[in-house]
Each structure stands twice: as structure tokens, then as C-alpha cells.
């Protein structure tokens, strides 16, 4: 063995061995008399499992996933990793309908891979969240394939509309939202939307979110729709695409939105928690 080999021998060992002496040294102010709490295993498996039915909007589906685990940090006492609810998250890589070419097929048809995604995540799950707005429009046919109730954002969403007692209602999501529009009318709301050339322009920066190169000028044009709705005199404005918020990002925290993707988050925890 040359000088240079023991040199780096000796370099390794004195390595290994301060490592040794870091794992076991303990801190002076560490009490053996006042350790934690027995890890409680139990506290996890006593919650409902959450499935997500994502992918459709892929930034959007690990967004939800944050927000849950935000939203359990705030409602469920800490215990290491058991004070979140279990989670199984699905992701479907294909348009949640059945499209032909590049248009979609109407009556709008749910995507027949998509229901078997539904199938399976429902046989893994207490109960579903999808983390698109859009494809609640065939929120019956995945309950049906999945044997399992979809907690839905979009009720929830007009639920707090509702208790905002909002009235003038901007929307603003690809295609104009109209999952959220559909439902106005029962409600008594007014909805206000945005011009047809800013609409395209929207739908084109949401895809670019899906892919992950969204750019300055796509949060720019979430901006231009917010002026456009506020220009209407809304009393607050829904978000109704799950990109959106990822757009507007700390300009979503004005009191004059609310947050699907967070009300469900909310809401989902809660209902494991039950």
C-alpha cells in the first residue's frame, strides 16, 4: 500500500468513526426520564382512507396533496407521521372524456380507462376526491365504477359561496367553468365571466400549467381575468380550474376568492377524521 492509500485509508476511518461517535453522542438537555409518547400506530388506521383521483391536472393533484396534509396539521393532533389520515392518490394520464381528434365527444362520455382507474382506487379507499373540477361533470359515473362516494369540490365550493352570501359570482376556469355555472341559477347567483379572446388565452396558459412550463406571462394573464371580473362588480370570484390558484398564487390569498382545492382538503380530512 503506497503513502497516498493509507493516507486515504486513514481518512475513512476517521470518518467512520466520528459518524460512530455523532449517532451516539446525546444532547445534554435530553432527558431519559421525559421521552415521547409511544408512537401511536393506531391513530392512522382508526381514519377513513382518502382516495384522489388525479393526474388530471398534475401540478394541481400534488397541490391537494399539500393542502391535505396542511389542513391535518391544523385539525389532527401530531404524532410523528399518524396524524394524517391514509392516502392513496391515483393518477389518470389521458382528458377525463372521451374526445375525438382534439375535440371532445358530446353528450360528454367519461373516459373508459378513467372509470377503471375509479374501479380500482375504489377497492383501495373509504371514500373519492378528484382533484379536477371539470371532471365532477361525470361525477355519477365514477361513484357508479368505484363503488364509492365522491366527496364533492364543487358543492362544497357553492357551499361557502353561499355562506359568504355572494350574490354576483365571477368564474373563471378552462372553458368558463361551467360545471360551477350550471349550478347558478338553483342558487340564486349571477354569474360573471370573462371575454371570449381572454378565455382562450386562459385555456392555453392552464395547459401550460398541466405541463409544467407556465411562464411569466401566463400568471400575467391570471391577473388580466381578475381585473376583468372585478371590473363586473362580482362580490367574490370562484377559481373554477385547479391551475388557476397555482397561477394567481400568493394573489389568491385576497379575501375576494375562495379556494376549492383548500375547502376540499378541508373538507376530506374531516370526513376521514369522522
Same mark, same amino acid.
Given at each position: 500500500m503506497n503513502t497516498t492509500e493509507k493516507q486515504n485509508t486513514i481518512s475513512?476511518?476517521?470518518?467512520?468513526?466520528?459518524?460512530?461517535m455523532a449517532c451516539l453522542a446525546v444532547p445534554t438537555a435530553y432527558s431519559f426520564t421525559h421521552q415521547p409518547e409511544p408512537h401511536d400506530t393506531t391513530r392512522a388506521s382508526s381514519m377513513k382512507t382518502i382516495g384522489i383521483l388525479g393526474g388530471l391536472g398534475p401540478q394541481a393533484t400534488l397541490d391537494l396533496e399539500v393542502q $391535505?396534509?396542511? =389542513?391535518? #396539521?391544523?385539525?389532527?393532533p401530531?404524532? %410523528?407521521?399518524?396524524?394524517?389520515?391514509?392516502?392513496?392518490? *391515483?393518477?389518470?394520464?389521458?382528458?377525463?372524456?372521451?374526445?375525438?381528434?382534439?375535440?371532445?365527444?358530446?353528450?360528454?362520455?367519461?373516459?373508459?380507462?378513467?372509470?377503471?382507474l375509479a374501479k380500482r382506487l375504489g377497492a383501495?379507499?373509504?371514500?373519492?376526491?378528484?382533484?379536477?373540477?371539470?371532471?365532477?361533470?361525470?361525477?355519477?359515473?365514477?361513484?357508479?365504477?368505484?363503488?364509492?362516494k365522491v366527496l364533492s369540490m364543487i358543492d362544497i365550493t357553492l357551499e361557502e359561496v353561499s355562506r359568504r352570501k355572494w350574490h354576483t359570482v365571477g368564474v373563471a376556469g378552462f372553458k368558463n367553468a361551467m360545471v360551477y355555472i350550471?349550478?347558478?341559477?338553483?342558487?340564486?347567483?349571477?354569474?360573471?365571466? $370573462?371575454?371570449? =379572446?381572454? #378565455?382562450?388565452?386562459?385555456?392555453?396558459? %392552464?395547459?401550460?400549467v398541466m405541463e409544467g412550463r407556465d411562464t *411569466?406571462?401566463?400568471?400575467?394573464?391570471?391577473?388580466?381575468?381578475?381585473?376583468?371580473?372585478?371590473?363586473?362588480?362580482?362580490?367574490?370570484?370562484?377559481?373554477?380550474?385547479?391551475?388557476?390558484?397555482?397561477?394567481?398564487?400568493?394573489?389568491?390569498?385576497?379575501?375576494?376568492?375562495?379556494?376549492p382545492i383548500q375547502l376540499l382538503a378541508e373538507?376530506?380530512?374531516?370526513?376521514?377524521?369522522?
Open positions: 475513512r476511518r476517521k470518518l467512520i468513526g466520528t459518524l460512530g $391535505i396534509h396542511l =389542513a391535518s #396539521q391544523r385539525l389532527i401530531p404524532q %410523528i407521521n399518524s396524524g394524517y389520515p391514509p392516502l392513496v392518490v *391515483a393518477y389518470h394520464r389521458r382528458p377525463p372524456f372521451v374526445v375525438k381528434g382534439d375535440a371532445l365527444v358530446f353528450p360528454l362520455q367519461p373516459d373508459p380507462e378513467l372509470l377503471e383501495m379507499v373509504d371514500f373519492i376526491i378528484i382533484a379536477s373540477n371539470g371532471a365532477h361533470l361525470v361525477q355519477k359515473e365514477i361513484e357508479q365504477a368505484s363503488g364509492r350550471q349550478k347558478f341559477s338553483a342558487l340564486g347567483l349571477v354569474p360573471a365571466t $370573462i371575454d371570449e =379572446a381572454l #378565455q382562450l388565452k386562459l385555456d392555453a396558459s %392552464i395547459m401550460r *411569466a406571462e401566463d400568471h400575467a394573464i391570471a391577473l388580466e381575468v381578475v381585473s376583468q371580473l372585478c371590473k363586473q362588480n362580482v362580490d367574490g370570484i370562484i377559481p373554477g380550474c385547479t391551475e388557476i390558484p397555482l397561477l394567481l398564487k400568493e394573489n389568491l390569498d385576497d379575501v375576494g376568492f375562495v379556494h373538507a376530506a380530512v374531516k370526513q376521514a377524521m369522522t
